[in-house]
C-alpha cells in the first residue's frame, strides 16, 4: 500500500498532526485564498453541495472538518436547520470560525468544537444530516471516517461531500494541472504563512480517489444511493449517500 500524502514529508508525525499544523498555519489567510484561488466559484459549489438536502429538511446537521465554517454558513442560509455542529482538528479555523459566529450573532444556531473526524464523539443515529467540504482528502483513514459519519448519522440520514476531482477532459485537464502545480503553490506561497500546503493540495488531491472509486468506498463501509456530480468539468465533485 503507497504511503499516504502529507504536507511535510520529512516529518515523522502523523498525517492527521502535520494536516493540524498545516491548518492552524495558514487559518489567517485561509478565507481569503480560498476565494482568490477559486475565483469565487467555490462560493457557487458550495451551495450547489447544499441544496442536495433541500428536500430533505435537516434539523441538526454536522459539519465535519468545518475549518473556519463557510459551508455550515452557507447551510444555514439554505437550509435554516435548527441546530448545527462543526468540529474540526484545527485550533486556528476553529478560532476564526468562533469568531465569525460571534458576529453574526449565531450563536444560537452553530457551534464549534475541536473533533476527530475518525473518532466523532456523538451518539449512535444522532445527526440527520453530515457535511464535509473539501475535507475527507485529508482523512488519515478514509475508510475510517466515512464509516464514524455513518454511524452518527440517523437511518434515511444523508451525507454530503464536497471534493476537489481530477478532469478528465481536453484542454481543462491540461489548465487545471498547470494551475495547480504551478500557480496555486506561487500564489499560496506570496500570501501564506506556509507555502507547504498550496503544494499539499494539488499533491493530496492527485493522490485522492475521486469519482466512481470514491462512491465504491461509500458503499464499502454502508452508504446506500450513492451518487456522484462532477462539476466544472470535474474539477470539483458533489458525493451524497444515505444511511
Not at 64 to 77: N, P, Q, R, Y
Not at 157 to 170: D, N, R, Y
Not at 177 to 198: E, H, M, Q, R
Not at 202 to 223: L, Y
Request: hydrophobic residues 40%.
Amino acid at each position: 500500500m503507497s504511503k499516504p500524502v502529507t504536507p511535510y514529508r520529512d516529518s515523522e508525525a502523523s498525517k492527521k498532526e502535520q494536516v493540524a499544523t498545516m491548518f492552524n498555519n495558514i487559518s489567517g489567510t485561509y478565507d481569503f485564498l480560498n476565494h482568490f484561488l477559486s475565483l469565487g466559484i467555490d462560493v457557487i459549489w458550495r451551495k450547489m453541495a447544499i441544496r442536495e438536502l433541500l428536500s430533505d429538511k435537516p434539523k441538526h446537521i454536522l459539519d465535519v472538518a468545518t475549518g473556519t465554517g463557510d459551508f455550515a454558513f452557507e447551510s444555514i442560509k439554505i437550509l435554516k436547520p435548527e441546530k448545527i455542529t462543526g468540529v474540526d482538528i484545527s485550533e486556528g479555523m476553529l478560532a476564526i470560525a468562533k469568531e465569525k459566529i460571534r458576529k453574526r450573532n449565531l450563536q444560537d444556531v452553530f457551534e464549534v468544537s475541536m473533533g476527530d473526524s475518525e473518532r466523532l464523539l456523538f451518539d449512535d443515529n444522532h445527526f440527520d444530516a453530515v457535511t464535509v467540504a473539501y475535507g475527507v482528502r485529508n482523512f488519515e483513514n478514509l475508510e475510517k471516517g466515512l464509516a464514524d459519519m455513518l454511524r452518527v448519522l440517523k437511518p434515511d440520514g444523508k451525507a454530503v461531500i464536497l471534493e476537489f476531482s481530477k478532469p478528465k477532459v481536453f484542454p481543462v485537464k491540461q489548465a487545471y494541472n498547470f494551475y495547480f502545480k504551478y500557480v496555486t503553490p506561487s500564489i499560496g506561497k506570496l500570501f501564506s504563512k506556509d507555502a507547504i500546503a498550496y503544494s499539499y493540495l494539488p499533491e493530496s488531491v492527485a493522490a485522492f480517489p475521486d469519482g466512481s472509486q470514491f462512491t465504491e468506498v461509500m458503499i464499502k463501509v454502508g452508504f446506500q444511493n450513492t451518487k456522484w456530480r462532477p462539476l466544472a468539468f470535474g474539477i470539483c465533485s458533489i458525493y451524497t449517500g444515505t444511511k
